[in-house]
């Protein structure tokens, strides 16, 4: 099947049936017509693919570039600024360029860094889960852990104080907006977010610190360099944009899976060793992924059987490739002990998440945590009721209304 | 079974460390794989067997030989 073939063009993100089961049209879609043509929010349409094995090749091949402000590829909102895959840290850096900052930022991000940090983790951890307790059952575990932790994370990251928290929370949502800002809302926030960011920089330069901002700052004094304000806040953005909404929003849906069918925390409560392989399948089954990753092609390029023109904007489905039954055995069961699990949720190839160690030390540290502290945890509403939130890049549930 | 990794293609994602710490490590520097151990003993090799499967940029390369 070419890509124009189908008289039908889908309205994306796709609706789901409920917050933590995926569309229907995803199997279809991966079975019939994995290129498939979508109107995105914005109305300009783009190729949506759905197979694993396709959004593999396309997130590894450099023909399919991060490029999104090309003039004929496809604006994923309406908003003016087209939100976060416009940004500074959007634009695409030479393959060298993005090698050299990827490595200097990475330092900060190696898996035994982030074990190290993982105590810290679960002792903030524990303070919003003793807040949650004392404020007394049925809670909503997004607002009460699910939201702070991630955003507390990042803060101590780039050496910002506690106080300034909130801020943070706010600006990050704001950053991710897809329909659920105003343009004036989205331009006031960046503007806050760079001048705070701005001053906190100027602030660590004269004191630097034991955090990330620091570090880049010498790393690059040590090797002749200086480390613009432009490329500190490009990153200080990459990070809350990156790493708070998508970690916050995947603590819900993660806890969310695990307590819809109760055996599946019944059995992470009798072998807590499966905390790790569990919270990969929770990556895999994530039904609401968000947008996906849009790539815009320079050239005409094969995706699996069909061709698809130069200029075309794909955007790789990743809820449906992790879903995809001829990379994963029962594809749609959600199997705690699945090893390896090589699902897509954190990208692939050398633009695969930066941040991925982190996640993992997050999603790991909650469910531990929550296993240790509230056994009895369980959804205080029916699985069916949760609801999705909408309008913002990642996806999510609105609220996560616990009791234990 | 023998490991060899390719540094050049590395992303520093950190995901082998995570899987088989006995056996990866990162540089300090950058955050690029370094290799522990190439020949890992037989109750290491599921580990790093996982570890190699998902490496974002397929960086790590097994032989199984015995």
Request: one cysteine or more; hydrophobic letters at 45%.
């Amino acid at each position: 099947m070419a890509l124009g073939d189908a008289d039908h063009v889908l309205d994306y993100p796709i609706p789901a049936p409920t917050a933590l089961d995926p569309p229907a049209e995803w199997a279809a879609l991966r079975q019939q017509c994995p290129v498939a043509r979508v109107r995105l929010p914005s109305g300009d349409e783009a190729a949506l693919l759905t197979r694993y094995e396709d959004v593999r090749q396309v997130l590894a091949d450099p023909r399919f570039h991060r490029h999104l402000d090309a003039p004929d590829a496809a604006r994923v909102t309406a908003n003016e600024s087209g939100g976060v895959f416009s940004g500074a840290l959007a634009r695409p850096m030479s393959p060298e360029i993005h090698q050299q900052w990827r490595r200097m930022v990475g330092k900060w991000f190696t898996a035994r860094r982030m074990t190290a940090l993982r105590p810290g983790i679960e002792a903030m951890t524990e303070r919003l889960v003793d807040e949650m307790v004392a404020s007394g059952a049925p809670a909503d575990l997004r607002e009460k852990l699910g939201f702070p932790l991630p955003v507390w994370v990042i803060c101590d990251m780039l050496g910002v104080p506690e106080s300034d928290r909130e801020k943070f929370a706010y600006w990050s949502d704001t950053l991710l907006s897809l329909t659920r800002y105003t343009q004036a809302e989205i331009d006031a926030a960046q503007a806050e977010f760079r001048a705070y960011m701005s001053e906190h920089i100027a602030a660590t330069r004269e004191a630097p610190g034991d955090d990330l901002i620091s570090e880049l700052i010498s790393a690059a004094g040590g090797a002749g360099h200086v480390m613009t304000d432009e490329t500190l806040l490009s990153t200080s953005q990459g990070l809350l944009v990156a790493g708070h909404e998508t970690t916050a929003n995947m603590i819900g849906k993660m806890v969310g899976m695990l307590l819809a069918d109760r055996r599946r925390w019944e059995e992470l409560l009798a072998d807590r060793s499966l905390v790790r392989t569990a919270v990969e399948e929770a990556l895999r089954m994530d039904a609401n992924p968000g947008f996906g990753i849009p790539r815009y092609l320079t050239e005409d390029a094969r995706v699996g059987d069909t061709t698809v023109p130069r200029g075309t904007t794909v955007v790789c489905g990743i809820g449906a490739a992790n879903r995809d039954e001829s990379a994963f055995a029962d594809a749609d069961e959600m199997d705690l002990r699945r090893s390896p699990n090589t699902h897509l949720a954190f990208g692939v190839g050398a633009h695969s998440c930066l941040g991925q160690s982190l996640a993992r030390t997050e999603l790991q540290a909650v469910l531990d945590v929550l296993l240790r502290r509230l056994p009895g945890l369980e959804l205080a509403v029916w699985a069916e009721e949760l609801e999705r939130v909408d309008g913002l890049v990642v996806g999510g549930l609105r609220t996560l209304p616990v009791r234990w | 079974m023998k490991i060899t990794v390719d540094q050049d293609k590395c992303c520093g994602a950190g995901s082998c460390v995570l899987a088989a710490p006995d056996v990866f490590d990162q540089r300090d520097e950058d955050g690029v794989v370094v290799l522990l151990d190439p020949e890992p003993a037989e109750h290491l090799r599921a580990a790093v067997r996982e570890a190699a499967d998902v490496c974002p940029t397929a960086a790590i390369a097994l032989t199984e030989r015995d």
